[in-house]
């Protein structure tokens, strides 16, 4: 089966899974029957480039890594936006990998509306449609007969979105816990080592795990958006961000660490999602958890989640919430998934 691909947006993610694309086309054709082809990229920095036959998708990828623009590339179109992008091309499927904007969804929410209008499966990594738009967006996709697939918005390319929809299902889940920001997961970490929280900050951004301006990791609004997705999808429960208590790390103190030490705990930033009967409430904050706790020994940038069900008890899923080829696999995942269905 040829699956044509479109791209709109081109950052880490994108590029992410181009380079999955371009390594393992014949392995994953021969594998999984599934042949992804590239057609068209459009990019607000580096332009946009349409061929119906495909494009030199290795040669976009050389472009960005030397911050050019696609000029020199050979394409039957250029110049395109978004929008004549999504609605003109024969893409059978958007990669809609935009930066994510949680306040308004766009402009993730409209290039989703116009892919669907035109019959075209959208695939992405961006929390803003999935938190502010997922109900409408999900009726416009079945009502249009294509798919809105989302896997790497909560824990990047592991797989708790579809574990929990469609392996566990059939067995209810009552709760579910999890570390589901890597940021504030090392910076504890890092403070549970011996350094300051201002020291550890420091050393994330140095990496490349929190941004010059951190706000979205350390007052919990990245977390946040999850919670609401894992309530929405696994759940089936309507919560908005302003259904949920909301509390980041940094009034965590040298002392605060010491003290949990002293008893036996670690400090971890926990999204949680609870059923009581028929009503589902949500949290984010700093929780002191036992070291005999699965989620005590997740440390560094690493995610998990656990899962509380009625037939098997708890599950946990620890993985990378993070990464250029981490997120590009989770775009894979979906684009194969697709092409099963």
């Not at 656990?306 to 080829?325: I, N, Q, R, S, W």
Request: hydrophobic share 45%.
């Amino acid at each position: 089966m040829k699956l044509r691909l479109a791209f709109i947006g081109f950052g880490v993610v994108g590029r992410g899974l181009a380079e999955i694309v371009v390594k393992e086309r014949e392995w994953i054709k021969q594998s999984q029957g599934v042949d992804l082809v590239a057609v068209a990229v459009s990019d607000l920095r580096r332009g946009a480039i349409y061929d119906p036959a495909g494009i030199d998708l290795a040669a976009c990828l050389a472009a960005a890594e030397n911050n050019e623009t696609f000029d020199n590339i050979d394409a039957v179109e250029r110049g395109w936006d978004a929008m004549k992008t999504i609605r003109e091309t024969n893409a059978d499927a958007v990669i809609e990998v935009t930066p994510t904007d949680i306040q308004t969804g766009e402009p993730a929410v409209s290039h989703a509306k116009a892919a669907f209008a035109v019959g075209k499966h959208v695939v992405t990594t961006n929390k803003g449609p999935v938190v502010l738009a997922l109900q409408e967006l999900s009726e416009l996709a079945a009502a249009n007969d294509v798919q809105f697939r989302y896997e790497g918005t909560v824990m990047s390319g592991t797989p708790v979105l579809n574990l929990g929809s469609r392996f566990l299902a059939g067995n209810r889940i009552t709760r579910i816990r999890g570390i589901l920001n890597g940021t504030t997961n090392f910076i504890l970490s890092e403070m549970e080592g011996g350094m300051s929280y201002e020291d550890a900050l420091t050393r994330a951004q140095e990496l490349g795990y929190a941004e010059t301006k951190p706000d979205a990791d350390v007052e919990g609004h990245d977390a946040l958006g999850k919670v609401v997705i894992l309530a929405h999808v696994l759940m089936d429960a309507r919560l908005n961000v302003d259904d949920i208590p909301c509390t980041g790390i940094t009034g965590i103190t040298a002392a605060d660490i010491e003290d949990a030490r002293a008893n036996g705990e670690r400090w971890r930033l926990i999204g949680e999602i609870r059923r009581d009967g028929d009503s589902v409430s949500g949290s984010v904050a700093p929780v002191k958890v036992p070291f005999d706790n699965p989620l005590a020994s997740v440390t560094g940038a690493t995610n998990a989640i656990t899962f509380t069900t009625e037939l098997l008890g708890d599950v946990t899923v620890e993985g990378p919430g993070a990464g250029k080829k981490e997120t590009g696999f989770a775009l894979l995942a979906d684009l194969l998934e697709i092409a099963r269905r």
